[in-house]
């Protein structure tokens, strides 16, 4: 299977990104929540995701930025009466770059994140709950799994199928 992020023939894992579920190989996996392994001989019970087993440690989202990151940032930048170009200068990063964290169109790396909360005495960053492996992707194996099977899916869901 062809990892959807770069494109390479080696997807080995399935993985969530805002929502948008898609194949990606050992290198991307990283940009998304992994929602299960497509090799062939990892056990299915190893990517049960509360287990916290079957993905490297290096690979494992312990922490993710909350739904309205961008506002809170503002908000709390806004209340300390800084200019987003005398904040910038502060946390030693570009005001353009905030701006866009701000605006959301871009999600800062963990590091720079904490920086952000405390700078600004906030919190942006959770814990990541992980949940288990969905029982409608076990009636699929995993080769035969594809991105329309996961939105199919994803629309019988939501229609409470």
């Known amino acids: 299977m062809e990892c959807d992020v770069c494109g390479k023939k080696e997807a080995s894992f399935v993985i969530q990104v805002e929502g948008a579920k898609m194949a990606a190989c050992k290198g991307c996996a990283y940009y998304g929540k992994i929602v299960i392994s497509l090799e062939e001989d990892a056990p299915r019970k190893e990517f049960r995701a ?6 490297p440690k290096s690979m494992r989202l312990e922490e993710d930025l909350v739904e309205d990151y961008g506002k809170i940032v503002r908000k709390a930048r806004e209340s300390r009466n800084l200019k987003i170009e005398e904040f910038a200068k502060q946390i030693n990063e ?16 963990i590091d720079t994140a904490k920086k952000l909360e ?44």
Do not use: C, F, H
Request: glycine content about 6%; cysteine-free.
């Open 94 to 109: 570009m005001a353009s770059y905030l701006d866009k964290i701000e605006n959301q169109s871009t999600r800062p790396p």
């Open 50 to 55: 509360q287990e916290g087993r079957g993905v």
């Open 118 to 161: 405390k700078a600004l005495g906030i919190k942006i960053l959770e814990k990541v709950k992980d949940s288990a492996v969905s029982p409608d992707l076990a009636k699929y194996k995993k080769k035969d799994l594809s991105l329309l099977d996961m939105l199919e899916m994803q629309q019988n869901k939501k229609k409470g199928k």
